[in-house]
């Protein structure tokens, strides 16, 4: 049984990064800097950090932080990884119909069936 005069710890879904004080926008923000630009809501850093409740300059600050771009690129592998299996139906598609031979090669490639040229002779 607790006592009245203990300390619950507080849970929470985003990690403790060291000087970073916002973190749910800290996070948002590596999350929002790891989507393809194209795909980005808002388009802008201006208006992300306007969005997020925080200066432009903030952004800059956080984009200096050492573990920025670690982060950016852990969330940007999590990305890539859940797009093979499009990819991937993708190049079968551009494979089976344009039959174009390098499209071929790498789509049996990634089955495990390498073509060998045949030898000059």
């Known amino acids: 049984m607790k006592k009245a005069n203990e300390a619950t ?16 926008g800290f996070m948002r923000f590596v999350e929002w800097a790891s989507t393809p630009k194209h795909l980005r809501k808002p388009k802008y850093q201006k208006d992300f950090a306007k969005a997020i409740g925080v200066h432009q300059d903030t952004l800059t600050d956080w984009k200096k932080h050492p573990q920025f771009f670690s982060l950016v690129q852990a969330r940007l592998s999590i990305w890539i990884k859940d797009r093979i299996p499009d990819v991937i139906g993708a190049l079968y598609e551009s494979a089976s119909t344009e039959g174009k031979a390098g499209t071929v090669k790498l789509f049996l490639q990634l089955a495990g069936i390498g073509i060998e040229k045949p030898a000059k002779k």
């Open 9 to 24: 710890p507080i849970r929470s879904e985003f990690p403790v990064i060291a000087g970073i004080r916002e973190m749910e």
